[in-house]
């Protein structure tokens, strides 16, 4: 499996509601210092119906500037439909993060 695909599967388990950020998918896939390979591998994202990339955020909770499909209004719209409270384009992470490492 490759690293993409290792992001990717490790995105589509991020809670409804929640986000987790870069350097957290990074951890999971094994490559704790690949955060910005996520973000890039996120770009790439071939089924973003099914692998919800809005979902993640960098390590202060801020939405990505360049949000790979519609652009930083529609990664806050997309988290605010689902319940996620967005603030000067920055989720708190203490309520909404995704637990675990």
């Given amino acids: 499996m490759s690293f993409y695909d290792k992001v990717y599967e490790q995105v589509k388990k991020i809670p409804y509601g929640k986000v987790a950020t870069y350097g957290q998918i990074a951890v999971l896939c094994g490559s704790p210092r690949a955060s910005r390979a996520v973000g890039y591998a996120l770009h790439f994202n071939p089924d973003p119906q099914n692998i919800p990339c809005y979902r993640v955020v960098n390590r202060e909770g801020k939405l990505a500037p360049a949000f790979a499909f519609g652009g930083i209004d529609e990664q806050r719209a997309r988290l605010c439909a689902e319940g996620v409270r967005v603030v000067d384009n920055t ?11």
Wanted: avoid cysteine; charge should be positive; aromatic fraction near 10%.
């Fill in 91 to 101: 989720v708190d992470l203490a309520v909404y993060g995704m637990k675990g490492k």
